[in-house]
């Protein structure tokens, strides 16, 4: 017989029992979770690979939800874009486009920034101020400015535009890991730490960067949606990825012309996809900032 | 030589806070020696330098406070002549410190083993098998149950006193040569602090580390200390062996805090009697008295105490006991009445 002397779940799985206490943020979760699904799996789930022009019959084009193929043996459920594309197929495919360049984007700035921070936190003095002036810079520019700039100079495509991503997001990380990380650096465990000899870098990444995951996380949960909205601004404006490669935000650009026409679905479609995303994204975000901000909680 | 050599010999230590105010002598010439085994009890109010005498020992004063003059001499080697690096191979490893509330001291997110393997590989190049044998060893030592399970705890899932154990089972570690206590007991119940005073004495006992042991309570340091140190404004104002300190106090101020006690001792226990209280308060460091510190506050004070009086050996049959003070002596009344 043992007997259980202490409540050995983590600090981690009392924020999961936390978090599921509000139903929003688990509806939203299951949305998100249904999204991520949906975009892995893209391959198996739809009926046409959209990006295949082999596939796409120009005759088809633009035809109401739920119209039937002329060639292909399936229903076009949710109707066809100006090149005979299945919305269906574009927009599960479209997600995929939007995710990648949404969590790719926010976890290399994750990392970068954090990593600009903790430095910025340790070095102190030139160093901190030189960084920080950097980005206060960065912040103060208008973000759709800065990133047309940007990819203006580098060019289009996926890769380019998770870069124009990252140069614009890494700030805010920055910011907040040197905050946090300069509170964490006057508690006593830090003291204590150096008591123990163990080396100020060592302590930086081993110690404080530990207590300085909550709020990163936040930000980086609200970042994503923050990256994919970005994306589909900027494919919309015709900077983001190519055409033939369409992502949400591109779709609602292609139907853009025809929604006069009276044909909404072309970009009704994937609007509802893109919203659906960024309101579960945020809703999980903001229930991760509940549980993991102390102040607030109950 | 090692053995003449004393564990800690600090001479005329000075260490100063550059504040916007001004310049505040935390520490103002502090010297002691400490030998192997011993137990110096460094007794103080809040703000008499006592806690940033540790951390300067340690070199873990941090800006604005500077060490700015003395020696630290650790097994004869001056401390305040080596390099960031050297000094921190000494921390944890040879010099070892315990703090007041080990609810801080110990990272919350992470778990203790995290935390001690931690503690050793900051000083041994050992596999991570091995740092664990260690921690699960250390915690051992300090009489700590199921160790393994405790190992695998967070901080706040231990009581306040287990928390304490950890800490001082990591303070242990590498069996260092001098560990620095600051108020380690003051925030655990009475009880749980008798533990940690016996287990402290055991350990100096067995192991031949010195100890200094940070204090505001009297009362502990009387039962674990071999030498008092009485600080007073950045100096100490009276220094020697618990026995003459506390039977034969001669400066007013040590005499004002033993009189500031409350007694359980059935013989000197008065029911409803007063306790002395030490009038005014502690000096502003900014507006330091030019001769003793402590003479605003001092029923004894005359003309010479306007110069600053030296140790003297106010006691020719204890002449290891020594006192900042121009008129030193048994205490007037209450002393007596007490005796």
Redesign the interface.
């Known amino acids: 017989m043992k007997a259980k002397?202490?409540?050995?779940r983590?600090?981690w799985w009392r924020v999961g029992a936390d978090f599921l206490h509000s139903r929003v943020a688990v509806f939203g979760l299951v949305i998100l979770a249904l999204v991520v699904l949906a975009a892995l799996a893209a391959p198996w789930i739809t009926p046409q690979n959209p990006y295949d022009l082999m596939q796409l019959d120009v005759l088809d084009a633009r035809l109401h939800p739920g119209t039937p193929s002329s060639s292909a043996g399936y229903t076009y459920w949710l109707g066809t874009d100006g090149q005979g594309r299945d919305l269906y197929s574009a927009i599960v495919y479209g997600l995929r486009i939007s995710l990648l360049v949404g969590i790719g984007s926010a976890a290399i700035a994750a990392v970068i920034g954090t990593l600009v921070g903790l430095l910025a936190a340790y070095a102190g003095g030139k160093v901190d101020a030189l960084l920080m002036r950097l980005v206060d810079l960065l912040l103060s520019f208008p973000t759709i400015l800065m990133a047309l700039m940007i990819l203006a100079y580098v060019g289009k495509g996926v890769g380019n535009v998770v870069l124009t991503l990252v140069l614009l997001e890494w700030a805010y990380y920055a910011r907040t890991a040197r905050g946090q990380a300069l509170v964490e650096t006057q508690?006593?465990?830090v003291?204590?730490?150096?008591?123990?000899?163990?080396?100020r870098w060592?302590i930086l990444t081993?110690?404080i960067l530990?207590?300085c995951?909550p709020p990163l996380l936040v930000i980086g949960a609200l970042q994503i949606a923050r990256a994919i909205t970005l994306e589909a601004t900027l494919s919309f404006l015709g900077l983001g990825v190519p055409i033939t490669e369409p992502s949400l935000g591109l779709l609602i650009s292609n139907g853009y012309q025809y929604l006069l026409s009276n044909e909404y679905w072309i970009s009704f479609f994937p609007g509802v996809a893109l919203l659906a995303t960024i309101v579960a994204i945020n809703l999980v975000g903001d229930q991760l900032r509940d549980v993991l901000n102390p102040r607030l909680q109950k | 030589m090692s053995a003449e050599v004393p564990t800690l010999e600090v001479r005329e230590l000075q260490t100063r806070f550059h504040t916007r105010a001004g310049v505040l002598p935390v520490v103002n010439g502090v010297s002691f020696t400490l030998g192997r085994g011993k137990v110096l009890g460094l007794v103080g109010e809040s703000g008499s330098g006592k806690s940033v005498t540790g951390f300067s020992i340690?070199g873990?004063v941090d800006p604005p406070g500077v060490v700015e003059g003395g020696q630290v001499l650790f097994q004869g080697r001056d401390l305040t002549r080596l390099d960031d690096e050297a000094r921190?191979?000494?921390?944890?490893?040879r010099i070892?410190?315990i703090?007041q509330?080990p609810m801080?001291?110990?990272?919350?997110?992470?778990?203790i083993d995290?935390q001690m393997m931690?503690?050793v590989h900051?000083?041994r190049q050992v596999s991570n098998a091995e740092a664990r044998q260690l921690a699960t060893q250390a915690l051992a030592r300090m009489g700590i149950p199921?160790p393994d399970?405790r190992l695998?705890?967070?901080p706040h899932?231990?009581s306040g006193g287990m928390r304490q154990r950890v800490?001082i089972a990591?303070?242990l570690l590498h069996g260092p040569d001098l560990i620095i206590a600051d108020e380690p007991t003051t925030a655990l119940d009475v009880t749980i602090q008798a533990q940690i005073l016996s287990e402290m004495q055991t350990l100096v006992r067995e192991t031949g580390m010195a100890l200094i042991w940070i204090s505001h309570d009297l009362s502990v340091v009387a039962g674990l200390a071999d030498e008092i140190a009485v600080m007073y404004a950045g100096r100490i104002v009276e220094h020697g062996s618990v026995d003459d300190v506390l039977d034969h106090p001669q400066h007013p101020y040590t005499q004002g805090l033993i009189g500031s006690l409350p007694s359980a001792n059935r013989k000197t226990r008065q029911r409803g009697a007063r306790l002395t209280q030490i009038p005014g308060m502690a000096p502003n460091l900014l507006q330091m008295p030019s001769g003793c510190a402590f003479a605003p506050r001092c029923a004894r004070a005359t003309a010479a105490c306007e110069a600053m009086p030296d140790m003297f050996r106010p006691r020719a049959e204890a002449p290891a006991h020594q006192a900042r003070c121009f008129h030193p002596g048994a205490a007037v009344q209450t002393m007596e009445a007490a005796a």
């Open positions: 002397t202490f409540d050995e983590s600090i508690r006593e465990y003291e204590a730490a150096r008591g123990q000899g163990i080396p060592r081993g110690h530990p207590n995951l | 340690m873990l921190r191979s000494l921390r944890g490893n070892a410190m703090f509330d801080a001291t110990l990272n919350p997110v992470l778990r995290t931690e503690a900051a000083h199921s399970d695998r705890a967070y899932q231990l800490a990591i303070a």
